[in-house]
């Protein structure tokens, strides 16, 4: 049985704290927060010092559900500390942030949707891709937008926040080439944080490799975030769902967000021995990520509406 510390009690904590007691192998030993907005499990201890709970708790393993400005220095910590850490994304806001650190090995990200149907083969064999389409169509309403995630000093924006699972899936995928050329327009229409409403950006990588992203935050239409890779060889292959969750089987018998986390959990390491699981996601992979999603927002400019003014 693998002791587990829960670092945050917010919106995302509260899913994790859920699922880790329903977890086979798994024994939530305390939650962390000094101002926590969800209560733990009966019987699990809240601590208001992540660090005072590493030391007095020893956990195996650390789970770090708090907003990007604490995420990576309590992920770095738990990890030093001996522990498999992982950490929800973004964990930072700074591409620079990720210079290499001993402890990092350690520390994986929270991409429970990278353990779909067929993605472990599919990461596993990397096939040549050529392109690769990102589309998101979702609805944040003004609740959402609170606290940490009004500005985008402290939540990033919806490259981010919310498209981020299938950005980090394309870019495992494309070639780690730089980007040569990219142009993204944003529109902010709601004004109910920083954040924009919808991005659509084209990137071309050295070599002519292709990502696009189209992803949107307020829309009425159903809900999908899915990836669509096109190969080398002219095959399509489409990563479905309405959070990747459907990989390359059949929508109608997607696992659940609570099976996805399960398996995430079972995949994380014991110590520092063994192959990793082809789905998790090492932090160190972040930093492309993180300087991707970077070069498109210093590549934007603003879409007026139609009919207003440009």
């Known amino acids: ?124 064999r990397a096939p040549a891709v050529r392109r690769a389409d990102v589309t998101l169509v979702c609805r944040r309403d003004r609740a959402y937008y609170r606290t940490w995630r009004t500005r985008y000093a402290t939540a990033g924006g919806v490259l981010h926040q919310q498209a981020i699972h299938g950005l980090a899936l394309a870019l495992r995928l494309l070639p780690p080439s730089p980007i040569t050329s990219c142009t993204a327009g944003v529109r902010r229409v709601r004004q109910w944080a920083e954040s924009e409403d919808h991005i659509i950006v084209r990137a071309v990588l050295q070599g002519g490799s292709v990502l696009t992203v189209d992803a949107r935050v307020d829309s009425d239409q159903p809900r999908r975030h899915e990836v669509t890779l096109h190969l080398e060889d002219g095959r399509p292959i489409q990563v479905r769902g309405r959070n990747l969750e459907a990989g390359l089987g059949d929508p109608a018998n997607a696992p659940s967000d609570l099976d996805l986390r399960r398996a995430l959990y079972r995949a994380l390491p014991a110590g520092d021995t063994g192959p990793h699981h082809p789905s998790l996601f090492p932090l160190p992979a972040l930093r492309r990520t993180l300087e991707v999603i970077d070069h498109v927002y210093r590549s934007t400019h603003d879409v007026p509406e139609a009919g207003s003014a440009a």
């Open 1 to 124: 049985m693998r002791r587990v510390l829960l670092i945050g009690a917010g919106e995302v904590g509260a899913k994790h704290a859920d699922a880790l007691t329903r977890a086979e192998g798994m024994y939530l030993v305390g939650v962390a927060d000094p101002r926590p907005d969800a209560v733990p499990p009966a019987g699990v201890p809240l601590l208001a010092r992540w660090d005072t709970a590493l030391d007095t708790l020893a956990p195996d393993v650390v789970v770090v559900a708090t907003p990007p400005g604490i995420a990576l220095e309590a992920a770095r910590a738990a990890a030093r500390s001996g522990a498999t850490v992982l950490v929800e994304k973004p964990a930072t806001l700074a591409p620079s942030a990720l210079v290499p650190a001993a402890e990092d090995g350690r520390i994986f990200v929270a991409f429970q949707p990278h353990f779909a149907p067929g993605l472990a083969e599919l990461l596993d």
